[in-house]
């Protein structure tokens, strides 16, 4: 009889335990609000909070297509995330302190060993982390090549020239290779001696390129080019064409920090994994 209270009282604390936890998580609850909605202490909510599980869904290895990013919280404080967009399961999570090809390369031999077969991966672009993926399709995320664009002309164009590459851009997700890639050669044909032109230091008598930033936004249309629609050459694959479904998550998590701004390194670290471990 002892025995069965013990077990009730144990199950009662767990399923509180789980209940604050989800409070505190998902429902952006306080400790002091929870606190006070449950009578409870302050601390009686933080120790619910430290011993409650977090819960973490391993699917079983199998053949995946996959989304890579990385994500900062701070300026050497970041996570290598893998996900497998189709299963809506984050199957790869690494704390880095920089991005570089070599994390993206330990990401890929992690879910390798675990039995995972990558099919297809989804990047944003990121020099060197291709020739890591050079044997399976990689897709450069649209949204990501919008942003490079936005960077290089910004949102409200001057030049006629940047004004229509913007336009062109517009219409990347809805069009397919061989329409872009006509649009963007009748572009070139005819802004391509207005990119030539150099403007002259009349002191030093060096040059440079006038519209220099036009010039970097054109060279990186045509060096992503050929992972720009992927997603299209591979229909079976379900590939997606941005790298949305990770970017919400990184979203949502640091929407999540930002209301517990304050919380301990390890109350953080339990955040994140509860949500990206789901």
């Known amino acids: 009889m002892a025995c069965h209270r013990q077990f009730q009282n144990h199950s009662r604390k767990e399923r509180l335990e789980k209940v604050v936890w989800k409070e505190y998580v998902y429902r952006r609850q306080t400790i002091q609000r929870m606190a006070e909605k449950l009578g409870r202490s302050k601390n009686w909510i933080r120790d619910r909070i430290a011993h409650a599980p977090v819960i973490h869904c391993n699917p079983t290895p199998q053949p995946v297509v996959i989304i890579a990013d990385v994500t900062f919280f701070g300026r050497h404080s970041g996570l290598c995330v893998i996900r497998a967009p189709h299963l809506k399961k984050n ?51 649209h949204f990501h090549q919008k942003q490079i664009i936005t960077r290089y002309l910004t949102r409200s164009p001057k030049l006629q020239a940047s004004m229509e590459l913007k336009m ?39 040059w440079h390129y006038t519209h220099k930033r036009l010039r970097s936004a054109y060279r990186s249309l045509k060096l992503n080019l050929p992972y720009l629609f992927t997603y299209q050459k591979y229909p079976e ?39 990206l471990g789901r």
């Open 91 to 141: 199957l790869y999570i690494h704390e880095v302190h920089s991005e570089s090809a070599e994390i993206y390369c330990q990401g890929r031999i992690a879910l390798e060993r675990q039995g995972y077969t990558l099919k297809a991966i989804v990047l944003d672009g990121r020099p060197g982390v291709r020739q890591i993926f050079s044997d399976i399709p990689v897709q450069m995320c």
């Open 168 to 206: 062109i851009m517009q219409d990347l997700c809805e069009t397919n290779e061989e329409s872009f890639i006509a649009a963007l050669n009748v572009w070139y044909t005819q802004w391509s001696s207005f990119l030539k032109e150099r403007t002259t230091d009349s002191i030093t008598g060096e």
């Open 237 to 275: 694959l379900n590939i997606p064409n941005t790298t949305n479904s990770l970017d919400g998550c990184f979203a949502y998590l640091k929407e999540l920090l930002r209301v517990h701004r304050g919380s301990t390194r390890s109350l953080k670290n339990k955040i994140i994994m509860e949500v």
